[in-house]
């Protein structure tokens, strides 16, 4: 079946990186983008940009364009999450989530169980 | 972007139906029919109930409709059931491949 699975919790102090990772299984994994979203502890979901596994085209929310970057590893199918200068307010569950490859298919269909980030020094 | 614009509660009493608006503007929810809608019951990930504004993934119940009307979106979930209690949220696409996400709206079974 489609899943992905992310890696474990994480606690970092501020001013570090987080690398978070998603390993897609069960579809052909360049058909496909993984978008990120994030939720901080009792707010919403916050869009934080996606990635094509086709050809690695990505396209990041505004106001992560400096600190974020995702890239992917086509041999394992995975994708990974880089946030840099970590703050307090990047406290939140990050979720990988499966996305079209085009603007008309940006919809996530299949999520992984997310990623506790906790920043604290 | 902005962040689409939903109500922060919606309730209703079993069997009943309720609908949650999701408002944009002209860049985002007007310009383009791709309004997706999540369901998330409290620690789980989100699970997308409609997307193209009005269509249903294989496996989401016929009870979750989706509409749009100028720079406003809606979800409506008729014949309200206990489980359907959780948080919904509406994203649009908003060109240039971005998406944006509303604040949420939270449904309260009576």
């Known amino acids: 079946q489609v899943q992905l699975v992310q890696s474990g919790a994480e606690v970092k102090k501020p001013g570090a990186s987080v690398k978070v990772s998603c390993k897609a299984s069960?579809?052909?994994?360049?058909?496909?983008?993984i978008s990120w979203v994030r939720q901080a502890p009792g707010q919403g979901l916050e869009w934080m940009g996606w990635?094509?596994?086709?050809?690695?085209?990505?396209k990041y929310a505004q106001n992560l364009l400096d600190r974020v970057t995702m890239t992917t590893d086509t041999s394992t199918s995975t994708v990974y999450m880089d946030l840099r200068s970590l703050r307090s307010d990047d406290t939140a569950v990050y979720y990988c989530?499966?996305?079209?490859?085009?603007?008309?298919?940006?919809?996530?269909?299949?999520w992984g169980k997310g990623t506790t980030v906790i920043v604290s020094s | 972007q902005s962040a689409l614009t939903q109500p922060a509660s919606v309730s209703g009493s079993p069997g009943q139906s309720i609908t949650i608006s999701c408002s944009g503007t002209?860049?985002?929810?007007?310009?383009?029919?791709?309004v997706s809608w999540y369901q998330q019951h409290p620690g789980k990930a989100p699970k997308l109930m409609i997307y193209?504004?009005?269509k249903r993934p294989s496996g989401v119940s016929n009870r979750f409709s989706g509409s749009k009307s100028g720079n406003t979106a809606s979800l409506t979930i008729s014949g309200l059931q206990a489980d359907d209690e959780a948080d919904y949220y509406c994203s649009s696409y908003a060109g240039s491949s971005a998406v944006v996400f509303g604040g949420g709206t939270k449904v309260t079974v009576l």
């Open positions: 002209s860049s985002d929810v007007g310009n383009y029919n791709l």
């Open positions: 069960g579809y052909i994994f360049i058909s496909y983008g």
């Open positions: 193209e504004g009005s």
């Open positions: 989530a499966r996305t079209g490859l085009i603007p008309a298919a940006l919809h996530m269909d299949v």
């Open positions: 990635i094509s596994a086709y050809n690695n085209y990505t």
